[in-house]
């Protein structure tokens, strides 16, 4: 019944913005952290942007602080990260995820590839 599925991935050049959407269900959004990460080819999967239950936000990536924005709509049981003056760097699969107690992310969406190129 739980359930993450990304959207708004694509194709942007260097400077473009993008929006990404996590469509929830099965959880109340607004109970749980939840957060994007993302995974560049040959990389690690990193953290990029969480926000808590109670509205927190934490930063994991500093690469990122200035130029991309999480948020949650809470009744329509979406999470968005806002990409704003897009590197080539930033390019990789972002995935959203559901924490969980004591464990960190645990519940994970398929991705959605975010390619920045001129």
């Known amino acids: 019944q739980l359930q993450l599925v990304e959207s708004g991935g694509g194709l942007v050049q260097p400077g473009g913005s993008l929006r990404l959407s996590c469509a929830a269900s099965g959880f109340a959004l607004d109970h749980y952290a939840i957060g994007w990460f993302r995974q560049a080819p040959g990389k690690e999967r990193e953290g990029v942007l969480c926000?808590?239950?109670?509205?927190?936000?934490?930063n994991y990536a500093d690469s990122v602080k200035g130029r991309f924005t999480i948020s949650r709509d809470n009744a329509k049981k979406n999470l968005y990260l806002q990409m704003d003056s897009l590197k080539s760097e930033d390019t990789a699969v972002y995935y959203c995820a559901k924490f969980l107690y004591g464990r960190g992310p645990s519940y994970w969406g398929k991705g959605t590839l975010v390619t920045v190129s001129p």
């Open positions: 926000i808590s239950s109670s509205g927190g936000i934490r």
